[in-house]
């Protein structure tokens, strides 16, 4: 980690009401003095006025000092809140780089310091990436969960308990002489227990690739059925192509839309048939079978009890009078009328919701998930063997885990990976 001090705009691409102009590092300080003169008290906003080093007025801006380490960084920072017009902002960015030498931002590069200088921790950051890439409303409640530490809590109290446990096991290795080798006390054992309930807890919930990716439901049915129809008529669109020449659609047709905050996927297919269809339409049929494979809910159209097993029955087409009719269909539906559709729609997100983490509650991703899943096998390890030294082995496996469920050991390249997300300035 480089110590030198950087800048970035940290607000939106200019022309904006206002441009955030962020500095951190241990020469922020005379980079406001440099520009504004004297510095206002520590993070209290004041007026100044701008000048480049010929004493130029570039613009009059609030400023803010965050004096480190009790900053956002952790480092000493400086803020510029000025007019987010593009040649003050461009102004005050050339002043910073070439009269007074700061280094502009990589992206991602103020939390990278945050990180280094231990203000959050690995899952915290992971957190913020979320929560700045976050679109719909679960998405945010989660993301901002994780930002705000509450996997990083749970990873403290699960290290203290394992501590906690692995003194019990030094306990018993210290006093076992001759005949009472390898007596574990039975509170261990039901702590252990309760321990692996509760880690099992948290990997049995739903993950954030499910919140991210959305609630996939795939329309599928034989030619004609009217999937394009009603996937347009979900998704208010006009996505799909619709003719009555059976065989139009070939490639999936995905959107995404969130309704209620619930993050939804729509895949339209290619009808399905056995016989008769012509090279692109089978490659269509083919890619229409995979996306089913990955669906977490299959709308079918086809003929009653045809579809996949647990597929939704619908029946559509319902303005039309003679049709065959659908005895156990979960939804009665036309996409000409429209009717029905809101109902579909409602029970959909109902599910859809069912299968998401609750509104603010903590989402493991999948590096998450394999850290917490390893402290897990770790505990079930314990729990098998009886010899204190092997049990203090596997107890130290799982401290292991955590240590880089929080970041304590990271690689260049998984921090590479995760800052790299960022936009510059963050
Ligand atoms: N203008 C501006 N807005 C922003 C940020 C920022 O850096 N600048 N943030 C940037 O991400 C977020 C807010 N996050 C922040 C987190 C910690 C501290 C901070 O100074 N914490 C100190 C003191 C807390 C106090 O006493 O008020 C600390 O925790 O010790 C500031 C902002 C969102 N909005
Ligand atoms: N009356 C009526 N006609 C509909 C309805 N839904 C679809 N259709 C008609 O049925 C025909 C086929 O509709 P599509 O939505 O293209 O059917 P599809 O299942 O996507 O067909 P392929 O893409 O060929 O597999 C079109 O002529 C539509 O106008 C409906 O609810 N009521
Ligand atoms: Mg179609």
Excluded at 156 to 182: C, G, K, M, Q, Y
Aim: aromatic share 4%.
């Amino acid at each position: 980690m480089s110590d030198d001090t950087i800048f970035a705009l940290s607000s939106g691409a200019p022309p904006a009401a206002i441009g955030v102009i962020r500095i951190s590092g241990s020469g922020a300080g005379d980079a406001g003095r440099a520009l504004a003169g004297d510095l206002p008290e520590p993070r209290r906003a004041a007026v100044r006025s701008l000048r480049n080093s010929e004493g130029e007025l570039l613009d009059e801006a609030l400023v803010l000092w965050f004096p480190g380490p009790g900053s956002a960084t952790g480092e000493d920072l400086l803020e510029f809140h000025c007019h987010g017009g593009r040649a003050i902002v461009a102004a005050v960015k050339r002043t910073l780089a070439s009269r007074v030498g700061l280094r502009e931002a990589e992206p991602g590069e103020f939390t990278r310091r945050a990180f280094a200088n231990g203000r959050i921790d690995l899952a915290e950051a992971e957190g913020l990436a979320d929560l700045l890439e976050a679109e719909t409303e679960l998405q945010r409640a989660s993301a901002l969960a994780m930002a705000g530490g509450t996997l990083s809590r749970q990873a403290n109290l699960w290290r203290e308990e394992l501590l906690a446990l692995s003194a019990i096991v030094e306990a018993s290795l210290d006093f076992s002489d001759e005949d009472d080798v390898d007596e574990l006390p039975p509170s261990f054992t039901s702590r252990l227990r309760e321990f692996s309930g509760e880690v099992a807890q948290w990997l049995s919930r739903p993950t954030a690739e499910r919140l991210k990716d959305g609630y996939r439901i795939v329309l599928a049915g034989p030619p004609n059925a009217g999937k394009s129809s009603l996937f347009n008529a979900l998704t208010e669109s006009q996505g799909a192509i619709i003719s009555p020449h059976a065989g139009t659609t070939r490639d999936l047709i995905e959107r995404s839309v969130a309704i209620s905050g619930v993050p939804l996927t729509f895949v339209d297919t290619a009808g399905l048939r056995e016989e008769g269809a012509e090279e692109i339409e089978a490659i269509g049929i083919a890619r229409a079978r995979d996306a089913l494979e990955t669906a977490d809910c299959v709308l079918w159209l086809g003929e009653e009890g045809q579809g996949p097993p647990q597929a939704w029955e619908i029946e559509t087409k319902v303005d039309l009078p003679d049709r065959p009719g659908k005895a156990s269909a979960v939804s009665r539906v036309s996409a000409e009328t429209g009717s029905g559709i809101g109902e579909l729609v409602e029970k959909l997100v109902r599910t859809a919701r069912d299968a998401m983490p609750r509104p603010g509650e903590t989402a493991l991703n999948r590096r998450q998930r394999r850290l917490v899943s390893e402290l897990g096998i770790a505990l079930a390890g314990a729990g098998r063997v009886s010899d204190p030294l092997l049990v203090a082995e596997r107890l130290r496996t799982g401290r292991l885990a955590l240590d880089a469920l929080v970041g304590r050991t990271s690689t260049e390249d998984m921090l590479d990976g995760l800052f790299g997300r960022f936009c510059i300035g963050k």
